[in-house]
C-alpha cells in the first residue's frame, strides 16, 4: 500500500531508542529514525493517548489484516469514538457533541489541598 514511502520510527529519547545498537539496526534496515525534540515525557502524550484507545479499548492489534482492512478498522474506530461513544471528560457527551455545543464549561477531576491551599487538577 505504501511500499514506495519511507518507513519511519519515531520515538521518545528513551534510552533504548538511542542506544548505537538500535539505530545501527534500524540503519541497516533502511528504516528513518524521528524522536521527539527534547526529553519531555509530554510531548508524545496524544499520540500515546490514541495508540492506548485503539489498542485496548478497541483492541485492533489482535486482528491480523493487510493494511487496507488494518486503516479501514481504525476509521471505523475514531468514528465510533468521535460519534457514538460518549466520554466523562465531556459531561458524557460525544466529542462531536460537545464541540457543537456552545456553553463549555471546564472540567476539574481532582483537588488536593496543601497548606490551606486548593490546587485543582486538570
Same mark, same amino acid.
Given at each position: @500500500?505504501?511500499?514506495? *514511502?519511507?518507513?519511519?520510527?519515531?520515538?521518545?529519547? $528513551?534510552? *533504548?531508542?538511542? &542506544?548505537?545498537? @538500535?539505530?545501527?539496526?534500524?540503519?541497516?534496515? $533502511?528504516?528513518?529514525? &524521528? +524522536? #521527539?525534540?527534547k526529553y519531555d515525557p509530554y510531548?508524545?502524550?496524544?499520540?500515546?493517548?490514541?495508540? $492506548?484507545?485503539?489498542?485496548?479499548?478497541?483492541? !485492533?492489534?489482535?486482528?491480523?489484516?493487510?493494511?487496507?482492512?488494518?486503516?479501514?478498522?481504525?476509521?471505523?474506530a475514531i468514528m465510533i469514538y468521535?460519534?457514538?461513544?460518549?466520554?466523562?471528560?465531556?459531561?458524557?457527551? #460525544?466529542?462531536? +457533541?460537545?464541540?457543537?455545543?456552545?456553553? !463549555?464549561?471546564?472540567?476539574? @477531576?481532582? &483537588?488536593?489541598?496543601?497548606?490551606?491551599?486548593?490546587?485543582?487538577?486538570?
Open positions: @500500500y505504501y511500499k514506495e *514511502q519511507p518507513l519511519i520510527h519515531h520515538s521518545d529519547r $528513551g534510552l *533504548q531508542y538511542c &542506544s548505537n545498537d @538500535y539505530q545501527a539496526l534500524l540503519s541497516k534496515n $533502511g528504516i528513518e529514525t &524521528s +524522536m #521527539t525534540e510531548e508524545n502524550a496524544v499520540a500515546e493517548r490514541i495508540n $492506548g484507545i485503539l489498542k485496548q479499548e478497541f483492541d !485492533i492489534a489482535k486482528y491480523d489484516l493487510n493494511i487496507k482492512d488494518k486503516l479501514r478498522l481504525i476509521q471505523e468521535n460519534n457514538e461513544r460518549p466520554h466523562l471528560s465531556n459531561y458524557m457527551l #460525544t466529542p462531536e +457533541m460537545m464541540h457543537k455545543q456552545n456553553n !463549555i464549561e471546564m472540567k476539574t @477531576y481532582k &483537588s488536593k489541598k496543601l497548606n490551606n491551599e486548593v490546587i485543582v487538577q486538570l
